[in-house]
């Protein structure tokens, strides 16, 4: 236990001065800024680019825009920047070789893959945070109705969904050679599961749903009880994919 | 005109996006221009990166364009 808080702290600070927590932290600060204004401006940037004599009509713009803008950021664009962050942790250190002196010294090889993976999840869990109260602040200050049905739920839906993400970054980066191995590996296992979401009968069984649902949720189309398959289903993923990657590093040659 | 007035009621709302999209740039830029080794690419291309894409830029730059030393 003594080397697993050490190890945690050790990635804590290699965050912190690669500058990747920095750059979560402000990202995540931008997307909850950015989601309810961009949707509260788009009518008025829409009708300033109107032409003569076209009359474009936009309904007024309510809070489930600003929940779409805010989801679609964080499913897209966010997904993105958790590959760029947390996508090198482990392939990097790899093939820099500056696990070696730890391993050798008698730290347990799932120590570091599992410390690895909840600093991850900790660091996502602050920067998710963040954006959401941003975003909240914006939101309630920009738009008149607020009310929205299962936020907590819908919350929680992507933030499960990244937390497999990263457990799958951690499994492509015990697979794959290279410093950048994990990152394309577990980006072609996504762009794989956003194939498969087009089929709807492999809807209920594709993690992918948990980070398309959201507003469906909120505005009250989808149930909560309609996804408990799908959430069980993404962490016994997350298990089995942290398992995997702890019974192939243990073999890894290094 | 019109539009313009409503689009600066909401100044105060976009201040705090722009400032951060700048701070996010100008740090990447420093580290760049301070830094001669980058993982690849040469330095015309990240100031260019950095400076035209918005926030992805610092982020693109930090993440696979900074030399591990």
């Known amino acids: 236990m003594r080397g697993f808080y050490a190890f945690i702290k050790k ?26 204004l961009m949707a509260k401006l788009m009518p008025e940037i829409l009708s300033s680019m109107n032409m003569e004599g076209m009359v474009i009509q936009i309904p007024e713009p309510t809070v489930y825009d600003a929940y779409t803008q805010f989801f679609k950021n964080f499913t897209q664009m966010g ?71 299962n936020l907590f739920f819908s919350l929680f839906c992507l933030w499960i969904f990244v937390c497999f993400v990263i457990s799958l970054i951690m499994l492509s980066s015990t697979i794959a050679p290279g410093s950048f191995g994990g990152l394309i590996l577990s980006a072609g ?48 993923l997350i298990l089995g994919s942290l398992i995997a990657s702890i ?7 290094l | 005109m019109e539009n313009m007035d409503s689009l600066m009621q909401y100044l105060p709302f976009l201040i705090p996006l722009v400032i951060l999209q700048l701070a996010l740039m100008l740090a990447a830029l420093v580290h760049l221009l301070k830094h001669n080794k980058y993982r690849f690419g040469n330095r015309v291309l990240w100031v260019i990166v950095v400076a035209v894409f918005g926030f992805v830029g610092p982020i693109l730059y930090f993440t696979v364009g900074r030399s591990e030393e």
Do not use: C, H
């Open chain 1, 11 to 36: 990635e804590f600070l290699e965050q912190i001065r690669t500058f990747r927590l920095w750059i979560l932290l402000a990202v995540a600060v931008l997307f909850g800024m950015m989601s309810p």
């Open chain 1, 79 to 149: 997904t993105l920047v958790i590959l760029l962050i947390f996508g090198g942790t482990l392939s990097g250190e790899l093939s820099k070789g500056t696990l070696i002196n730890l391993l050798a010294k008698g730290l347990p090889r799932r120590t570091v893959l599992l410390s690895k993976y909840v600093a991850a999840v900790i660091i996502w869990t602050v920067a998710y945070a963040l954006a959401f109260v941003t975003n909240y602040g914006y939101t309630v200050y920009l738009f008149p109705e607020t009310d929205v049905k």
């Open chain 1, 247 to 253: 019974l192939i590093f243990e073999k890894k040659k």
């Open chain 1, 189 to 236: 296992a996504l762009v794989v599961m956003l194939m498969v979401s087009i089929i709807p009968k492999a809807e209920k069984f594709n993690p992918i749903t948990l980070a398309s649902v959201n507003v469906a949720l909120l505005e009250g189309t989808k149930s909560v009880s309609g996804l408990t398959l799908t959430v069980s289903i993404t962490i016994l």
